[in-house]
C-alpha cells in the first residue's frame, strides 16, 4: 500500500513540476534542490542519532527528488537503504526488506542515468572509504533477489520446480508400474 501512494506522490509531483510558467518551473527546481539539501541534513542527524526509522522516512521522502540528487546525496541516501535493509532482514520483515530493495534499485538506477560519471565516481570514493559499499554489486544482488521474489509471485519458479519433479516422478512410475509398450510386429528388427 505504501508503494502505492509513493507512486501517486510520485506522478502527482511530476504533474506539478510540468505545470505554470518558465518562471514557476525554476522556482520548483530551486524549491527541490532546497528540500533535499534540507532533508540531507535531517538524514545525517537521524544517522548520527542512530535513528535507523527516520533515516528511512527521510531516504524515502528524498527518494521522490533523485533527478536533483547530487552524487554524494546519492550515496548517502543508497547506504541508508543498504542499512535500513540490513535491519529488517534481522527483524525478519521480508516486506520492508523487498520495498528497501525495490527503492534501492530505482534511485541506483535513475542516479546513473542523469549523471553516470560523477555518480560513479562517489561510488569509487565511498568504496575507497568502506569497501563494504560496492553500490554496483548491491544492485545486481539486489535486482537478483526481485527476479527471484517475482519468479515466486507468478509462479514460473514453482512451476519449474514442479515439472522437474513431475518428469522425475513420471520416468520412475513409468519404468516400475508399467510394461513398455510392444513394438509392432512390422517395424522388429528381422531374427
Given at each position: 500500500m505504501k508503494i502505492f501512494y509513493f507512486c501517486?506522490?510520485?506522478i502527482s509531483s511530476g504533474i506539478l513540476a510540468s505545470c505554470g510558467d518558465a518562471k514557476k518551473g525554476i522556482k520548483?527546481?530551486?524549491t527541490a534542490s532546497e528540500e533535499v539539501e534540507t532533508q540531507k541534513s535531517q538524514l545525517e542527524q537521524a544517522l548520527t542519532d542512530g535513528n535507523l526509522k527516520q533515516a528511512s522516512v527521510v531516504a524515502d521522502s528524498m527518494s521522490l527528488f533523485v533527478d536533483d540528487f547530487t552524487p554524494e546525496q546519492t550515496v548517502q541516501v543508497l547506504t541508508t537503504?543498504?542499512?535500513v535493509y540490513k535491519d529488517a532482514v534481522a527483524r525478519h520483515e521480508s516486506r520492508k526488506a523487498l520495498e528497501?530493495?525495490?527503492k534501492y534499485v530505482d534511485v541506483y538506477d535513475i542516479a546513473l542515468s542523469t549523471n553516470p560519471k560523477d555518480t560513479?565516481?562517489?561510488f569509487q570514493k565511498?568504496?575507497?572509504n568502506n569497501p563494504e559499499l560496492d553500490?554496483?554489486?548491491v544492485a545486481i544482488a539486489f535486482r537478483e533477489k526481485l527476479s527471484n521474489y517475482d519468479s515466486l509471485q507468478d509462479g514460473s519458479l514453482n512451476r519449474n520446480q514442479s515439472d522437474r519433479t513431475d518428469s522425475v516422478t513420471k520416468t520412475n512410475s513409468d519404468t516400475v508400474a508399467e510394461k513398455p509398450q510392444?513394438?509392432?510386429l512390422e517395424l522388429r528388427p528381422a531374427e
Amino acid at each position: 500500500m505504501k508503494i502505492f501512494y509513493f507512486c501517486i506522490l510520485l506522478i502527482s509531483s511530476g504533474i506539478l513540476a510540468s505545470c505554470g510558467d518558465a518562471k514557476k518551473g525554476i522556482k520548483t527546481t530551486t524549491t527541490a534542490s532546497e528540500e533535499v539539501e534540507t532533508q540531507k541534513s535531517q538524514l545525517e542527524q537521524a544517522l548520527t542519532d542512530g535513528n535507523l526509522k527516520q533515516a528511512s522516512v527521510v531516504a524515502d521522502s528524498m527518494s521522490l527528488f533523485v533527478d536533483d540528487f547530487t552524487p554524494e546525496q546519492t550515496v548517502q541516501v543508497l547506504t541508508t537503504f543498504i542499512k535500513v535493509y540490513k535491519d529488517a532482514v534481522a527483524r525478519h520483515e521480508s516486506r520492508k526488506a523487498l520495498e528497501t530493495i525495490r527503492k534501492y534499485v530505482d534511485v541506483y538506477d535513475i542516479a546513473l542515468s542523469t549523471n553516470p560519471k560523477d555518480t560513479k565516481t562517489a561510488f569509487q570514493k565511498a568504496m575507497r572509504n568502506n569497501p563494504e559499499l560496492d553500490f554496483g554489486a548491491v544492485a545486481i544482488a539486489f535486482r537478483e533477489k526481485l527476479s527471484n521474489y517475482d519468479s515466486l509471485q507468478d509462479g514460473s519458479l514453482n512451476r519449474n520446480q514442479s515439472d522437474r519433479t513431475d518428469s522425475v516422478t513420471k520416468t520412475n512410475s513409468d519404468t516400475v508400474a508399467e510394461k513398455p509398450q510392444e513394438i509392432p510386429l512390422e517395424l522388429r528388427p528381422a531374427e
